[in-house]
Nanobody
């Protein structure tokens, strides 16, 4: 099993920044993907960003939804078993509950991630 705990959400004005954190514990894999999804009221949960890591290569492969490219950055700290989502130039449409997810392969749909955190609220005021 994998446990994920998000933190860092809050209220911010449009144009501002927030950094979300996701602390991972439990089972480890030789290759895994950590992803961020978000869900706004009345909408489906959507892919935001993902980072793919493997013992077979150095560096990270990162992936972003078009709506956040150039504004959000996903990164990881192996020593802390933590993944971050730096969110800059926030817009009101970024308001949602943000979820951290983990899985053995890269995926863009929620079905491909078996492990989820509880979510953290991000509210962007205009």
């Amino acid at each position: 099993q994998v446990q994920l705990v998000e933190s860092g959400g809050g209220l911010v004005q449009a144009g501002g920044s927030l950094r979300l954190s996701c602390a991972r514990s439990g089972r480890t894999f030789s290759r895994y993907t950590m992803g961020w999804f978000r869900q706004a009221p009345g909408k489906e949960r959507e892919f935001v960003a993902a980072i793919l890591w493997s013992v077979l290569w150095s560096g990270d492969n990162t992936y972003y939804a078009d709506s956040v490219k150039g504004r959000f950055t996903i990164s990881r700290d192996n020593a802390k078993n933590t993944v971050y989502l730096q969110m800059n130039s926030l817009k009101s449409e970024d308001t949602a509950v943000y979820f951290c997810a983990a899985g053995p392969v890269l995926g863009y749909s929620r079905q491909e991630y078996p492990y989820w955190g509880q979510g953290t609220q991000v509210t962007v005021s205009s």
